[in-house]
């Protein structure tokens, strides 16, 4: 599907993860998400570059901690081993204000509504998931307000 098919096809796809009676649009570009307690976005990158300038890519990023104040090397450490186990689906980041989040994407090129539905849902549960682990783990005071 080309970029406008995409952002037509957005809104029903999010759906199941939008917050009742909340507007999802963030920026032109870019969708709230709500998976259990991890929020997040869906962004469209690049989509109103030039012609041949950069191809759109589909980024979609939940929050879903703080690193933690101490411990913080074996919290980086296991972050790093669960990207591993995570191969090229998705991968934790940290962010210039200490939040972990988790985030995978593709370029949108040939990208079908199902594929946005299983791309968004497949990191939600991972996110759900780790949040849960990694706060029980690290420490539930690291969670995000």
Do not use: C
Not at 31 to 39: F, H, I, K
């Amino acid at each position: 599907m080309n970029i406008e098919q995409l952002r037509a096809a957005i809104p029903e796809v999010i759906r199941p993860y939008v917050k009742p009676g909340i507007d999802p649009v963030l920026a032109p570009e870019a969708w709230a998400l709500q998976r259990g307690s991890t929020s997040g976005y869906l962004a469209i990158i690049d989509a109103g570059a030039p012609d041949g300038a950069a191809e759109p890519f589909v980024h979609v990023k939940f929050m879903i901690m703080k690193v933690p104040a101490s411990g913080e090397a074996a919290f980086l450490r296991r972050l790093l081993e669960l990207n591993h186990d995570l191969g090229n689906f998705a991968g934790f980041s940290v962010d210039t204000h200490d939040r972990v989040w988790l985030g995978a994407g593709r370029f949108a090129a040939d990208l079908e509504p199902a594929e946005l539905s299983e791309l968004i849902s497949q990191t939600a549960r991972l996110s759900d998931r780790f949040d849960d682990q990694l706060l029980e783990a690290f420490g539930r005071e690291n969670a995000l307000d």
